[in-house]
């Protein structure tokens, strides 16, 4: 059973990096496509990038283009999400979620889910 963690989550000034973890363990993740979510308070839940398995294909928020990477580093069995030019308006709880046959910035195209992470953007 794949399990997932998120770290890397942080109080950063507006224009700040952060890069954030997605660890997985009990399976390797190179097997799954993994996607990134975020939720702010009072808001959906948003896809914000995915890397599909095992192509590799990315793509992201059209607000977040050219500001965040998603990256493997396969011999960690992590899957990063670099975050640069932070703003204020990133600030929400971050999650990754895996699926073994679907990917997308759809949330209901995966199946299996982290607890999250802070990101916290001040202006």
């Known amino acids: 059973q794949l399990q997932l963690v998120e770290s890397g989550g942080d109080l950063v000034q507006a224009g700040g990096s952060l890069t954030l973890s997605c660890r997985g363990s009990g399976r390797t993740l190179d097997y799954y496509s993994i996607g990134w979510f975020r939720q702010a308070p009072g808001k959906e839940r948003e896809g914000v990038s995915y890397?599909?398995?095992?192509?590799?294909?990315?793509d992201y928020l059209n607000s977040v283009k050219g500001r965040f990477t998603i990256f493997r580093h396969s011999s960690k069995n992590t899957v990063y999400l670099q975050m640069n030019s932070l703003k204020p308006e990133d600030t929400a709880v971050y999650y990754c979620?895996?699926?073994?046959?679907?990917?997308?910035?759809?949330?209901?195209?995966?199946?299996?889910w982290g607890q999250g992470t802070q990101v916290t953007v001040s202006s």
């Open positions: 979620a895996a699926s073994l046959t679907k990917y997308g910035l759809d949330m209901f195209e995966y199946d299996i």
């Open positions: 890397i599909s398995s095992p192509d590799g294909i990315t």
